[in-house]
């Protein structure tokens, strides 16, 4: 591994630092300085030359400062001579912005994407992306990492009688269908159309969720706006408790307060491809730097990233009959 050279921005260097331990090698140093300008400067402390090189920076807020940092570090690393550029970006905040939805509206996902190839991404390493349509924005290979087998894990350990999972909207109820597949539950999604960033109205719920204990799977939550009105609806047609499991837990403005206090949830589970927020306790993670780390170590090696989810997501490879949870 000593031809791997891993540098990190300000964005989440905790998550960087984990997936250096599962893979032995040591967080390079990088210096980001601010001139009185406000112009941003890097400085890549490590030797590139001809090596392997991999910046991990999720776009959390705030989002356009870390962007400028994970361009600026990937130019730094061409303009160094990696032999290859890896951006690793657990969190891409602007898959949401995927289509044209409204007359002159930018769709700032594709351009971003650009911006990246520009700067001297030679490949993009990412994981659950909003919509995925957004991985044919690239001009680079793009390797899309699933995490529903991580959280998946976290409920098989508890009794999920008279349990089904509910997708907050349609376009997520294919993996919302993935993720109740590995617990062997049914499944149901909400029609959702949304107004406002933090403002949604659920039209109705497909499928049977009378009576039921539910566990609501969503790829992101911001300001937790969607989920209080699905649960609202949930409650309308006779459900009981809900767990609420995402991947993407950013938790922004009163989403905090809107989940933890509610009186439906049991828990809240998400991942740590975005920082944890300091004042909830409670809030369950899961860890998926080790999912990067493996990720990164086939990619060095030129070896398939489908077969590491085979079993769990059809999409990156061969279902199996069992789990691979053993």
């Known amino acids: 591994m000593r031809e791997i050279v891993v540098f990190s921005g300000n964005a989440h260097r905790g998550l960087a630092r984990a997936i250096c331990s599962h893979l032995g090698l040591r967080l390079s140093p990088t210096d980001i300085r601010r001139f009185s300008n406000d112009c941003l400067q890097v400085q890549l402390q490590e030797n590139c030359r001809q090596r392997d090189v991999y910046i991990v920076q999720p776009l959390v807020p705030p989002t356009q400062e870390h962007l400028m940092e994970l361009l600026l570090m990937c130019d730094t690393a061409r303009g160094s001579s990696a032999a290859q550029v890896t951006a690793v970006i657990p969190h891409f905040s602007y898959a949401r912005s995927d289509k044209k939805d409204a007359s ?5 996902g594709r351009l971003v994407a650009d911006l990246l190839s520009a700067s001297g991404a030679n490949r993009i390493l990412t994981m659950n992306l909003h919509a995925p349509q957004v991985h044919g924005f690239f001009s680079v290979p793009v390797d899309h990492l699933t995490a529903i087998g991580e959280l998946a894990r976290h409920f098989l350990e508890r009794d999920l009688t008279n349990h089904v999972v509910v997708s907050p909207d349609l376009g997520n109820a294919k ?17 959702k159309q949304r107004l406002a960033d933090d403002r949604v109205v ?3 719920i497909v499928g049977d969720v009378a009576g039921k204990d539910v566990i609501v799977l969503d790829d992101e939550i911001a300001t937790g706006g969607s989920i209080v009105e699905l649960l609202d609806k949930l409650a309308e ?7 609420v499991a995402c991947t993407h837990g950013l938790f922004t403005g009163k989403a905090v307060e809107r989940l933890r206090d509610h009186p439906m949830i049991t828990e809240v589970v998400t991942t740590d491809t975005v920082p944890s927020v300091d004042n909830w306790p409670e809030l369950q ?3 998926v730097s080790s999912l990067f780390a493996e990720a990164i170590a086939r990619i060095h090696g ?5 077969s590491m989810f085979d079993g769990v997501d059809p999409t990156h490879g061969p279902p199996q009959p069992s789990l691979p949870f053993d």
């Open 302 to 306: 030129g070896e398939s990233i489908s």
């Open 175 to 191: 993996t919302a269908t993935q993720f109740a597949r590995l617990l062997g539950l049914p499944v149901a999604a909400a029609s």
């Open 237 to 243: 047609q006779g459900c009981g408790q809900a767990a």
């Open 104 to 108: 002159r509206i930018s769709i700032a």
């Open 285 to 287: 993670v899961c860890s």
């Open 202 to 204: 659920i039209d109705a």
